[in-house]
């Protein structure tokens, strides 16, 4: 390796693990795939997973940390870490940090964020947090992170301030597998374009809820107005607008009325949500979640660093 490594980076949520080797100016040196905490029974076997994917680097860098965060900080993870209370900044992530020792080698995990919604109903995040760490600066923000369980953050001066979860991934994927608005049954495949518009101009329009729209992926293809090649990305502009609608609801005030949107995430997650804002008249910015993540976890690794001399 020609870059000395400075730490080595996890970001391991339920479905998959990002294993990274960075080095002291942020650069990438080598990183690995892996199974996600859903994947794997028991901290015995967790164990196992990471050291198969970061054993070498170890071996060859015995004294760098591993830095982790995501589900593998959760009760179903390798260690259990406590929820920082909101609003939070970099800081209280460092105050929370989790350290132990597996085979003689330093290891760390995030802590993850708890909150109360801007109605008044409690919210978690673990994993998150770090990404928006990585794209945060001083000025006020809002944020998207779209996925299987999607976020919205406001952050105000370089701190989390509140944040609410929206269900969007995990419901269409159960639509998608389980109910009869897709024949044949199949996970929810959505494609940027005239279907998906549509979807999300129905949904700004709608006095009703997602809950009565959904039906009509349904009613619209036995009337032949909607194909059923085209019903996928129909869905998911339903499902899209509502939860944008439901953003608007929770997180506009008076005073402070959502123009723009930061989003971070996969690009064709984010290329679609970016589709869907520009129907609200809201623009938007797009960030790499990985990268983000990473940054992030750079970032924290700084302050520790500080916080140790």
């Known amino acids: 390796m020609s870059a000395q490594p400075a ?3 996890i970001d ?3 479905s ?3 294993f990274s080797l960075v080095a ?4 990438l040196i080598d990183h690995r795939s892996g199974p996600g905490i859903g994947q794997l029974d028991g901290s015995r076997n967790i164990e196992q997973a990471c050291f198969d994917n970061i054993g070498e680097w170890l071996s060859a860098s015995p004294n760098v940390p591993v830095i982790m965060t995501g589900m593998v900080g959760s009760n179903i993870g390798w260690r259990v870490t406590e929820y920082v ?7 209280d992530l460092l105050s929370g940090l989790i350290r132990f020792e597996a085979r003689g080698f330093k290891f760390l995990i995030v802590p993850g964020l708890a909150t109360t919604r801007c109605d008044n109903l409690a919210d978690v995040m673990r994993g998150e947090e770090v990404q928006v760490f990585g794209v945060v600066d001083k000025s006020d923000k809002i944020l998207c992170l779209p996925g299987t369980h999607s976020k919205w953050v406001r952050t105000q001066n370089g701190q989390i301030a509140n944040f609410h979860t929206a ?3 995990e419901l269409l994927d159960l639509i998608g597998k389980h109910s009869i608005l897709l024949n044949p049954k199949r996970p929810v495949k959505a494609a940027v374009g005239t279907d998906f518009i549509q979807g999300v101009q129905v949904a700004r329009a709608a006095a009703a809820g997602l809950e009565s729209l959904l039906f009509t992926v349904r009613s619209t293809q036995i009337t032949g107005e909607l194909q059923a090649r085209e019903a996928d990305s129909f869905l998911a502009g339903l499902a899209v607008g509502c939860e944008i609608k439901s953003a608007i609801a929770l997180l506009d005030t008076p005073g402070s009325k959502i123009t723009s949107v930061e ?3 996969s690009g064709h997650l984010t290329d679609l949500y970016a589709t869907a804002l520009n129907e609200f008249d809201i623009s938007s910015q797009q960030h790499d ?3 983000a993540a990473l940054i992030g976890l750079f970032k924290l690794y700084l302050k520790m660093q500080t916080s140790e001399q």
């Not at 209370?85 to 800081?91: F, N, Y």
């Open 24 to 27: 002291a100016d942020a650069s």
């Open 85 to 91: 209370p909101t609003p939070a900044r970099l800081d």
């Open 16 to 18: 998959n693990a990002r």
């Open 7 to 9: 730490f080595i980076a």
């Open 289 to 291: 979640g990985n990268q």
């Open 167 to 169: 269900l969007t991934g």
């Open 12 to 14: 391991w949520g339920t």
């Open 263 to 265: 989003l971070v995430g």
